[in-house]
């Protein structure tokens, strides 16, 4: 008998009927051993050095106990734990607590027949860096949180807890919450002419965007001056300066990475991360998707394969390149062993699990992974230049110019390709959204006269329409996490965990989906950043240590020299403001 050891007892049951009589399947139900929730601070720092000491969770030891009379009677013990860092580290944990036996390590990046049998033909031993790599998370998290969270006592009682990603999170809000409170509304407005070459409609209507030479962005701020530049307009002679009509290539997104299916899953959806990352666990131990804690966007050859033959079998041939779209992942430290989200069995369609929550997201991601294989769609885009009294004005050159400017955009849909499926991309939502509640106006769609230069025009209204500028705006849970993905802060998996945590410790209430530092939350960070400026608190350095912590993943660096000088920063800034002081931790060593 050969033992695999999974996580979750949801996979057990499914993977046994892959493997057949002569393997018996077992779950660790998570993770086994941890540093303890209580009763110190579970590092040690010996000469220099850091040692995590670990202890078996208490629910786990009746696991334990189940696993080690299995294990006894079989002749290899195969880990088959999730394909990340925590999965290889609950694998080594596993075989710390089932003591000197055969081991092997298998990963399943999907939960099905023919993922589970390619999987386990290719066994390979424990992968340390992995393991090293989770480690110096779990070790340099639980130093930054023991040493810092007590000192926020001091701002009050009821601020509970810091961590090294949660409080840049909290901070990006708290400033956002600052910007917002600083915001001084300003009234401008926006010439807006109709215009129409003689006697040839249809009209279009063009903004106001340069006045004597100068770029105003479509603004104007002095109400009388926009009132008498109304009044001067009607009185001068319009014409064409330019028309320029192109044909611009729409490229599909790419397939869902961990950070993204959130992000969308928010926007289209109304899902929080932390409901989206339930989902996508349950799909994912039902063998309906791939892997779910990813950040690569590549696809395998069958996957690539699979795609391309729903469009073939669904879609007209004009959407179905000649070639397969590859996307290149954006993430330097991207895991590219594994795949993007997708369907594992996506002829199905993508209505196969209905109209539940979790089919919605599957029909979300069934979309994604169909469209990123589509032809891309093409626009027409049309701008036209309109010269208001056109030879009325001296630039610093000496050389006439038009006294004002005005433009007109306008976009007709030639091919709508992959967007016959997906839509409009999630991403590109939320920016029209954050673009209508900004300050800038909306370019037009719709069909606009192809026009000569030196065409003169009829102007038939000209209105200069009252607009406010406003604050930036908030953040929603999709939007943070974006923020935080651009800026290398934290990992996709731990975004759900974040944004639970500064939401349940009271330093952030959401209302509308917007998110709203509370008074607690801009004094935590407040204190953080007097007290901790150049180390976690700041995106640069944990930025930069980020980093680090990858190279250890790919065997690049010693996680105990990087996770060492980390944690003695971060105790060195407490001790020094008088803070903390712990006794039991020597001061860190002197550099030679």
């Known amino acids: 008998m050969k033992l695999v050891i999974v996580e979750s007892p949801n996979k057990v049951r499914k993977i046994k009927d892959f493997l057949g009589a002569d393997f018996r399947v077992a779950a660790s139900f998570g993770h086994m051993r941890d540093l303890p929730p209580t009763g110190g601070l579970s590092v040690e720092f010996i000469d220099g050095r850091i040692k995590p000491v670990y202890a078996m969770i208490e629910r786990s030891a009746r696991h334990v106990k189940e696993l080690s009379e299995l294990a006894k009677k079989a002749e290899e013990v195969i880990l088959a734990t999730d394909p990340d860092r925590e999965g290889e580290a609950i694998a080594w944990h596993v075989s710390q607590l089932l003591g000197d036996r055969k081991y092997s390590r298998v990963v399943f990046h999907a939960v099905t027949k023919a993922e589970v049998q390619k999987a386990m033909a290719k066994p390979r031993p424990i992968d340390q860096h992995l393991v090293d790599a989770q480690q110096a998370r779990r070790v340099l998290d639980r130093v930054v949180g023991w040493v810092v969270s007590p000192t926020l006592r001091k701002v009050s009682k009821d601020a509970r807890s810091a961590g090294r990603v949660q409080s840049v999170a909290l901070r990006l809000v708290a400033d956002r919450e600052k910007d917002i409170a600083k915001h001084k509304t300003v009234d401008y407005f926006v010439l807006s002419a109709r215009l129409e070459k003689n006697g040839a409609p249809p009209p279009f209507a063009a903004k106001l965007i340069t006045w004597k030479d100068h770029p105003l962005g479509q603004r104007l701020r002095d109400p009388a001056l926009a009132e008498k530049t109304v009044d001067w307009a009607k009185t001068v002679p319009w014409r064409v300066l330019s028309c320029d009509r192109r044909d611009s290539a729409r490229n599909p997104p790419p397939p869902f990475t961990t950070a993204t299916v959130q992000q969308a899953a928010s926007v289209r959806l109304g899902f929080n991360p932390d409901a989206t990352m339930k989902h996508l666990q349950a799909l994912f131990e039902d063998g309906k ?23 073939k079998k669904e879609f007209p041939p004009e959407y179905l390149p000649k070639t397969p779209i590859v996307h290149a992942t954006k993430s330097a430290n991207a895991q590219e062993a594994h795949e993007a989200i997708r369907p594992t069995h996506p002829e199905t369609g993508a209505d196969a699990l209905g109209g539940g929550d979790a089919g919605k997201l599957y029909r979300l991601i069934w979309q994604r992974f169909v469209a990123c294989q589509m032809a891309p769609g093409r626009d027409q885009i049309t701008t036209i230049d309109v010269a208001c009294a056109p030879d009325e004005w001296k630039n610093e050159k000496g050389e006439p110019v038009p006294r004002g400017v005005f433009q007109a955009k306008g976009k007709v849909l030639l091919f709508d390709g992959w967007r016959r499926l997906a839509g409009e991309d999630a991403t590109e939502e939320a920016k029209k959204k954050g673009k209508r509640e900004g300050d800038e106006e909306e370019d ?23 607009r ?38 009271g330093y952030v209430t959401e209302e509308k989906r917007k998110l709203h ?58 001790r020094g403001a008088g803070l903390w002081y712990d006794p039991l931790i020597p001061r860190p060593p002197r550099k030679s």
């Open 517 to 574: 530092a509370t008074p607690l939350g801009v004094s935590a960070s407040d204190f953080l950043v007097r007290h901790y400026t150049g180390n976690f608190i700041d995106m640069d350095y944990t930025r930069r240590l980020e980093d680090d912590l990858d190279k250890i993943a790919r065997g690049e660096a010693s996680w105990e020299k990087i996770v060492t000088e980390a944690s003695f920063a971060v105790i060195a800034l407490a």
């Open 289 to 311: 998707i791939t892997y779910h804690r990813t950040d690569s966007t590549a696809l395998s050859p069958e996957g690539l394969a699979e795609a391309r033959a729903v469009i």
């Open 468 to 505: 406010s500028t406003k604050p930036p705006p908030r953040y929603t849970q999709a939007s943070l996490i974006k923020k935080l993905e651009a800026e290398g802060i934290g990992r996709p998996s731990t975004y759900a965990a974040i944004m639970r945590v500064i939401l349940e410790r």
């Open 444 to 466: 037009g769609d719709g069909e606009l006269p192809m026009l000569d230069p030196g065409d003169p025009l009829t102007l038939l209204g000209l209105d200069a329409l009252k």
